[in-house]
């Protein structure tokens, strides 16, 4: 007796989770946390574990402070996949674009309605910015901020500066939320936001919009008041830099 047809094709219901998993962190690896990837995928909680543990053991995933990263394994499967860079593959890149421009660079995230500051480079001749007021809570007053700002939705950049209000650090800080709207509805799409003493005195800085994932995200660089004649120049060379670097590799941004 012949056996009856299937209906359709037999579904493996773990490879098709696996999948969900792998797709998800492709899609948005700043959040790429058990967690954050069980909600996202309504996955329970304990399965997502144990198929980021099978693919970590077997290089499709690799996990950094947390968050589960692809592969170049994987992006070699996909094709399309962006290979996810590890901290250090990050930090050697912010370090080559200190180099390149001769100023201390800074790469941020806005997550989870806060700015995030992820990874920087200085030098003895490239000095960083002091953080003598937190960069989370001042988001008005620096590039990193307005860029990120920039990047938001009115709703959720009235609820920002909502917890975080606009007040002055500066002589030179934008005096008011009302100013701080009309910059940045000046700005250009992805170019570079300049900002020159409204942080810190002495210091100018510019930022350029990137995204991770659908996170919103900034480059920037600052330098000394005395170099500031580079300000613009430089800002320019970061953009151009940019787009060089995402033709030939991805760090699991875009412009």
Known sequence: MTPPTPAGPTLIGSVRRAMRLLEAVAEDPSRSTA?????RTDIPIGTTYHL??????DGYLHRDRGRYLITAATARLGGAVPE?????????????????TG?????AW??????RMVGRSSGPGTPAVEEWADFRRTAHAHAIGQCLLSQLDPDARRDHLARHPVEPLTPYTVPDTDALL???????????????EEYAPGSVCAAVPITVGTVPAALALSLPMVRADLLDPLSHHLRRRLETAFMSHSFGVRL
Do not use: C, P
Not at 35 to 39: M, N, V
Not at 103 to 107: F, G, K, T
């Open 110 to 115: 806005y997550d989870e309605g806060e700015v």
């Open 35 to 39: 967690k954050h990837l069980a909600r």
């Open 103 to 107: 100023a201390a660079i800074y790469y």
């Open 84 to 100: 996810q860079a590890g901290a250090r593959d990050l930090q050697n890149w912010l370090d080559s674009l200190r180099d390149q």
């Open 182 to 196: 009309r910059k940045l509805s000046r700005l250009r799409r992805g170019h570079a936001v300049q900002e020159r």
């Open 52 to 57: 980021l543990r099978t693919l970590t053991h």
